[in-house]
């Protein structure tokens, strides 16, 4: 055999030798040395897994199908839904924050008002010449099941600061004597002017079927009713010469409430005393004060002070109670 050709079966020969040392068969099955795609399969696509040569890494890189495009998009679609949901819980979290603010603010304002508040009201305001013309005219709700106490409240400017408290008064005014003021209640539906002058009786009072006598000589503000009976109602002494014609016509051309000072001299002296002591405040009260209707439902309550007390414009008065909480108010 030529030299050349037994060399190159030696060759071979080791060459067998060494592969069957290294698994042959076996060996040659492994995918490890070699770059395949590894097809993986999912429900709704396929992912290609290409390995790196020689690795047994989990490592790879994955490219998904078009299938699966599709349903990145659906989901993408899903998780934008669920961004406006969630926008809108914030914002319904917000409208709730909003009402619960506004419950927050009523209540409180709540915890500012007084227990009187819509028992009792500002239901006017007078601004006349000085400070006897100025007042503000409170009422007791008609709803109300007891009376009021208004004495110790407080009527108070927010825009200047000033203010001043409900005093006394009198339930009763008597002439010619000290008269005891009392704390001041008003029943359902009262009424009270409360005036910053002085008063012209020298102190507060409720009126009556009589108090219009005061008007006569003095001036009020607001004017006081004329509610006295008239002279030629009331009861007259026995006819006789005495009370004859002459004095009859003459006491049923008087006015009510006025008290007669000059009478005719032509009137018998019995007539004339009648006239001008049986006509007055005093005897009125002596005859009527336990009639029902003897005492009127309105107070006139003074702050006697010599200026005014309000601003005449831009102006926030409010009632308070002795506490310190709003009643009611009044602007202008």
């Known amino acids: 055999m030529h030299e050349d050709v037994k060399w190159l079966f030696g060759l071979l020969i080791l060459f ?30 396929a992912v290609f897994n290409f390995a790196h040569i020689g690795n047994n890494s989990a490592d790879s890189i994955n490219y998904v199908s078009r299938t699966n495009t599709t349903q990145s998009r659906q989901g993408l679609a899903k998780k934008l839904t669920a961004l406006d949901e969630i926008k809108q819980v ?9 009402e619960i603010q506004k419950e927050l603010n009523t209540l409180e304002e709540a915890s500012h008002a007084s227990p009187l508040t819509g028992k009792l009201a500002i239901v006017g305001r007078a601004a006349g010449a000085g400070a006897a013309g100025e007042y503000i005219a409170l009422r007791a709700s008609p709803q109300n099941k007891d009376k009021v106490l208004l004495t110790g409240l ?20 008597f002439q010619n004597q000290l008269n005891r003021e009392e704390p001041v209640y008003l029943k359902p539906g009262d009424s009270a002017y409360i005036i910053t002058g002085r008063s012209p009786l020298g102190l507060s009072f409720r009126l009556n079927k ?6 006569q000589h003095q001036t009020f503000n607001p004017s006081l009713p004329s509610r006295c009976p008239k002279p030629r109602e009331e009861d007259l002494p026995v006819s006789g010469t005495v009370y004859n014609d002459a004095c009859r016509n003459y006491i049923n051309s008087l006015s009510s409430c006025r008290v007669v000072t000059s009478p005719p001299l032509t009137l018998s002296p019995e007539c004339q005393r009648y006239v001008t002591e049986e006509i007055n405040y005093t005897k009125c009260v002596e005859r009527h004060k336990n009639d029902a209707d003897f005492y009127d439902p309105s107070w ?19 009632l308070v109670d002795q ?3 709003v009643i009611d108010a009044i602007t202008y």
């Open 16 to 45: 067998a030798a060494f592969w069957l040392a290294s698994g042959g068969l076996s060996k040659s099955a492994s995918p490890k040395p070699f770059l395949e795609p590894v097809i993986e399969s999912g429900g709704n696509g």
């Open 90 to 98: 914030i914002l319904d979290a917000g409208i709730q924050a909003s």
């Open 154 to 173: 407080r009527l108070q400017s927010s825009a200047s600061g000033q203010g001043a408290d409900i005093p006394k008064a009198a339930p009763l005014v």
């Open 210 to 215: 009589c108090t219009g006598f005061f008007s």
């Open 300 to 318: 006139r309550v003074y702050l006697n002070r010599a200026d005014k007390l309000w601003k005449t414009s831009r102006e926030l008065i409010h």
């Open 323 to 325: 506490n310190g909480k």
